[in-house]
């Protein structure tokens, strides 16, 4: 699974709030990776002295040379 990490910014663009989510752990697949993100960003959409939220989504790649 990627990594994503979630951030609220106050209205100078600054970080003031942010999530990472690392795993996301079902037996079966119940919800959607991209639905556990907009439901945080959701959240943090809401929160005190956020006035914009940006997702990023991280991966590992590995290549054999």
């Known amino acids: 699974m990627a990594q994503y990490v979630v951030t609220g910014?106050?209205?100078n663009g600054e970080g003031i709030v942010s999530i990472?989510?690392?795993a996301i752990n079902q037996d079966s697949q119940v919800v959607a990776d991209l639905d556990v993100v907009a439901a945080v960003r959701n959240l943090l959409a809401?929160?005190?002295g956020v006035v914009g939220v940006?997702?990023?989504k991280f991966e590992q790649v590995?290549?054999?040379v």
Do not use: E, F, L, V
């Open 9 to 11: 910014r106050n209205s």
């Open 20 to 22: 990472q989510i690392g």
């Open 46 to 48: 809401g929160a005190p």
């Open 54 to 56: 940006q997702a990023q």
């Open 62 to 64: 590995i290549t054999n």
